[in-house]
């Protein structure tokens, strides 16, 4: 094995065979193949791309750097969601306990929130108790009990793609789609999905910013899916303004409560139901009989309590996470809202603490946006547009210019 070759290989433009790619990765993981060969060899694929064989092959091998997950014969179809992350999306709080009341296994792991979109766990994480270490036995009780878990990436889960993801981060080798591909689409094969559905977005508050972008980075997703057994549907989301009324850690769980207690925003819910559908083959209205009847609400509360949360606590959820200072973003003039950009509410929302610039950042779970308004919305002058939840006055003030930039009334 002489990685040095592979490098200059990958560099000049040619292809690495599916075995060279397995050694390579078993090897990384191991730890015997030092960063900066594995860096230099990024950059190359940055520059490159891969072929669909050489994508597949860094997926297979990615996923098999750890354990996957393995389910008895004759248990119900495992299905799972992916989202490339927006802005307000709380959607897997919503879709997987409703997934699960159709009698599909969701075994959900997650990521953290980087950047400016969210992340699923941070929202869990809000909820008192919540824990999102679901060792791999536990996880299969409680599939078998309540059909659904949420869970974060263990050490042994996708080892490669941990550390293969650290040194993108600090080499500038992220945006490669054949490295998206592979990270993303591991850590989903290694949950032995039946079904998945893919929910690339794409705008001012996505990763991909058009949708020839996210018509290209799904697709090959969806190749990766397919074509290692996984039936992987695709749906592309636009991402121009949040995704529902809500950003912010636990002001989001605080709208995926209402959701699913038949209360949520149309936009939320409508993306929720599509996708469920879709991944499900059911019809849509089954899944919207689960939010109004109470069996969505009560199979969360069913996760919640199972994964050790304080269910007691979304009861009285606006008292659990209170900030300071709540101030409301009142329109400049009537008309109609044209704009409210899903990237700079981003930007502004990790800025008042709720998301991360670094990995290893904290979040604050109740710091963010509330009752945003929609685009097309009526509004009279001086009604509010959005409240700001701030823990101080220089965060508040940092946040208020680019909110109000943010925003066009016509
Ligand atoms: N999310 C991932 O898990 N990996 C990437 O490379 C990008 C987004």
């Known amino acids: 094995m ?31 193949v030092p960063d900066y060969q594995m860096a230099a060899l990024a950059m190359a ?76 766990l941070d929202k869990l994480e809000s909820i008192p108790g919540f824990d999102v270490n679901v060792p791999q036995a536990a996880g299969l009780r409680q599939l078998e009990r309540i059909g659904v878990f949420m869970a ?45 559905v893919l929910d690339v977005k794409f705008g001012t508050g996505a990763f991909m910013k058009t949708r020839a972008e996210a018509e290209a980075l799904g697709a090959g997703l969806a190749a990766a899916g397919n074509g290692n057994g996984v039936t992987t549907a695709l749906r ?30 149309a936009d939320l819910v409508d993306l929720t139901l599509d996708l469920c559908a879709t991944v499900s083959d059911r019809p849509i209205e089954a899944f919207a009989r689960h939010l109004d009847s109470g069996a969505a609400w009560a199979r969360f509360v069913a996760l919640v309590e199972a994964q050790g949360g304080n269910a007691t606590a979304l009861e009285r959820w606006d008292e659990i996470h209170r900030v300071p200072i709540v101030e409301i973003v009142p329109a400049s003039r009537a008309g109609r809202l044209a704009r409210i950009d899903a990237g700079t509410i981003g930007r502004a929302s990790v800025r008042l603490g709720a998301g991360r610039r670094l990995a290893t950042d904290a979040v604050d779970f109740a710091v963010g946006f509330s009752e945003i308004c929609k685009v097309g919305d009526a509004v009279e002058r001086g009604a509010p547009l959005l409240k700001i939840h701030a823990r101080a006055p220089d965060a508040l003030a940092a946040a208020l210019p680019a909110i109000e930039s943010a925003i066009e009334i016509e």
Not at 45 to 64: N, S
């Open 152 to 196: 974060g990436q263990t050490a042994d889960f996708c080892p490669a793609d941990r550390k293969l993801y650290a040194l993108r981060d600090v080499t500038g080798t992220v945006p490669s789609q054949a490295l998206i591909i592979a990270s993303i689409m591991s850590k989903k094969l290694a949950e032995s999905l039946d079904r998945l």
């Open 2 to 32: 002489h990685v040095p070759q592979w490098i200059e290989r990958k560099r000049d433009g040619g292809e690495l065979t599916p075995l060279e790619i397995t050694a390579l990765i078993d090897r990384f993981t191991a730890g015997h």
């Open 236 to 265: 592309l989301s636009p991402m121009d303004e949040p995704l529902g009324r809500t950003v912010g850690n636990a002001l989001e769980v605080g709208e995926a409560i209402d959701a699913l207690q038949g209360r949520g925003p």
């Open 45 to 120: 694929i940055y520059f490159r791309g891969m072929t669909p064989a050489e994508t597949a092959a860094l997926t297979a091998a990615m996923r098999d750097s750890g354990s996957v997950f393995r389910w008895p014969a004759g248990t119900p179809p495992k299905v799972d969601k992916h989202s490339t992350g927006g802005i307000g999306d709380k959607v897997s709080l919503i879709l997987a306990p409703l997934l699960a009341c159709e009698g599909f296994w969701v075994p959900m792991v997650s990521g953290r929130g980087l950047g400016i979109t969210g992340g699923t």
